[in-house]
């Protein structure tokens, strides 16, 4: 693979209030898995996230890698009382390549914060810092992951790729993402479409 995949760049997060799963010819709220080939070092072996893709490019968390640090160091940095936090021992992913001191929690739906994307009816994004100091005392949502960093594609970069066979993809699953462990995420994804992926030979078709 080029290392163009979901280049680093300058692709601010429109974190609009509205679902957008309805517009079906987009990914959005979909997994992007890579394929096995995948050289490109910030994505080889990787499941993403589709929050947000329109005709003017796309954004995703990688949910599979992790930082050296726990969702209590971050709050700890931010001087947030997380006594009573249930979250603490999480690790914070490395969701991508492009701003990569951003922080990003996807989560399940509950509250409202200031700056929300609810992408999905299951899934939502926030990026304002109420979530985690809802997160920090102990309130906030069920379930929910803190990424700093995302991965973003210029207008029509994504779809490129895809006609590379660079990613397989398919609908999107809570349960990979708060109930599977991050190792074991890019072969979960892959399972949703029933394949095993260290079987795949390089050059086979997307989903």
């Keep these: 693979m080029a290392s163009s995949v979901a280049t680093a760049r300058s692709f601010p997060p429109t974190l609009k209030p509205r679902y957008c799963g309805a517009v079906a010819s987009y990914l959005i709220n979909q997994f992007l898995i890579a394929m096995p080939a995948m050289d490109?070092?910030?994505?080889?072996?990787?499941?993403?996230?589709?929050?947000?893709?329109?005709?003017?490019?796309?954004l995703g968390i990688v949910i599979n890698r992790t930082l050296p640090m726990t969702l209590g160091e971050?709050?700890?940095?931010?001087?947030?009382?997380?006594?009573?936090?249930?979250?603490?021992?999480?690790?914070?992913?490395?969701?991508?390549?492009?701003?990569?001191?951003?922080?990003?929690?996807?989560?399940?739906p509950a509250g409202k914060y200031e700056s929300s994307l609810p992408f999905s009816e299951r899934m939502h994004l926030t990026t304002s810092r109420d979530i985690l100091d809802a997160l920090a005392a102990g309130e906030g949502p069920e379930s929910a992951v803190i990424a700093l960093g995302y991965a973003g594609w210029d207008a029509g970069q994504l779809e490129e790729e895809m006609a590379r066979n660079a990613w397989l993809t398919v609908d999107a699953d809570e349960r990979v993402l708060f109930g599977t462990p991050v190792e074991q995420r890019w072969s979960a994804a892959a399972r949703l479409l029933g394949i095993d992926l260290l079987s795949l030979s390089s050059d086979a078709g997307h989903a």
């Design 40 to 58: 490109d070092p910030n994505f080889a072996q990787t499941v993403t996230l589709v929050c947000e893709h329109s005709e003017r490019g796309a």
């Design 74 to 108: 971050v709050f700890d940095q931010l001087g947030l009382d997380a006594s009573r936090s249930r979250v603490n021992d999480q690790p914070v992913l490395r969701g991508g390549p492009v701003q990569t001191e951003r922080g990003f929690v996807l989560h399940s």
